[in-house]
């Protein structure tokens, strides 16, 4: 496979896209930063190359490929704004590749060592600190959780499964063309299983989709009170859990986890906790621990980091957070563990399946991509800078678990019997 130089041109919308439209200007830091960049591609097995016949990089010709179409402007938004620039970057054209996901998982298994130990200390030029303005009050997660899952409605059936689900599905290993919807449902029962939700049992659900997982709940004879602070996912859980013929078993309300009361035999919580924000976890087992009646149990899906990952990362505003999920924090393992230790819980079971996530992802783009042209046509702000904005986020999450740099895990929650 040869190098192919295409080009990407399209009107970007100052208004809409302030970061993306204007290029910074610093020679000196963009000289510095094309040294860096260069130095650090210099052995890794990708293929770097510009219209000017400049070839960089240890990659043959099967591995992954960066094409720089304005190397000027791609080096100084990477001098000024680190990996927010590198991601506005992708957005406004600057580079392209033909296998993003192949050159964003080579990247991230490189996470912590492209950049010289001596130059580390100086990243916090290149860093910026997260609005006050994302944090996840009650009133604040509202607006955070509208600029993603209130996009569309019909934005997210367009790469999604059937089953509307958005979440990791976890696959059969025995069979590779497994459909998508079967491995979701899959993962929705193995959830259900280590909460503990069976006929008769009272289910308390955080972070209600669209509805998936209330209606399998339902299909075991639970009865299920499911909660969202997403308006448009609250409209269409409701009418798809109405056409599953479960009204009489499921209640959907739209409503803060802080806000609810009552006593439940199970919780369950699918990557919901990615959204809570680090500060505000201690709010979120605390209310696990409330709502569950004694001896209960709870069945939390979350997509983990390392811990000195997270704790560097902590108080960095990164390009998803900029773009994807304002106000997010992705936990590690032992920071769930210990605040689940320290509201009361103890952790059963850790099953961890972040491959499956890579597959999953993958499927999602594949989907996403394909549809170009329906999610242009739904709505004007849907334009190509938006296209490549998510496109990009589907990849850099795939990159993420492919390199293992992330990980998706089940935990099993057990309330003490007191």
Known sequence: MSISTPTVEAAIDPSRWPGVVQ???????????????????RTLPIRVSTADGRRSGAGTAADPDLYLVR??????????????????????????????????????????????????RLRTAVLHARPA???????GARQNIQRHYDLSNELF??????????????????????????AQHRKIERLLDIAGVTAGSSVLEIGTGWGALSIRAAARGARVTTVTISTEQADLATKRIAEAGYTDRVEVRLQDYREVTGSY????????????????????????????????RAGLQAITMPHDRMIASLNTYTWILK??????????????????DAAGLTVAEEFGFGLHYAETLRRWRAAFDAA?????????????VFCRMWSLYLAYSEAGFRSRYLDVVQFSLIRSAR
């Open 157 to 182: 059936e367009l790469f999604l499964d059937p089953s509307l689900t958005y979440s990791s599905a976890l696959f059969d290993p025995q069979r590779g063309d497994e459909p998508l919807d079967a």
């Open 71 to 120: 190397p000027a402007d791609f080096f100084q938004r990477l001098a000024a704004h680190g990996l927010i620039g590198f991601g506005e970057s992708y957005m406004a054209g600057d580079w392209v590749s033909q296998d993003l996901a192949g050159v964003l998982t080579v990247l991230a298994g490189r996470m912590s060592t492209l950049i010289p130990p001596p130059l580390q």
């Open 23 to 41: 290029v910074p200007d610093n020679p000196v830091r963009a000289a510095i930063a094309e040294r860096l960049f260069y130095r650090a591609v």
């Open 265 to 296: 035999d199970c919780l369950v919580s699918v990557e919901m906790i990615e959204a809570v924000g680090a500060n505000h976890w201690h709010e979120y087992f605390t209310a696990i621990e409330r709502l569950l009646a004694p001896g209960g």
């Open 323 to 340: 773009y994807i999920f304002p106000g997010g924090q992705l936990p590690s393992r032992r920071s769930v563990r210990e605040c689940a």
């Open 372 to 384: 170009g042209e329906q999610v242009r046509g739904l709505s004007p702000d849907f334009d190509e």
């Open 133 to 139: 303005g994302h944090d996840n009050t009650v009133d």
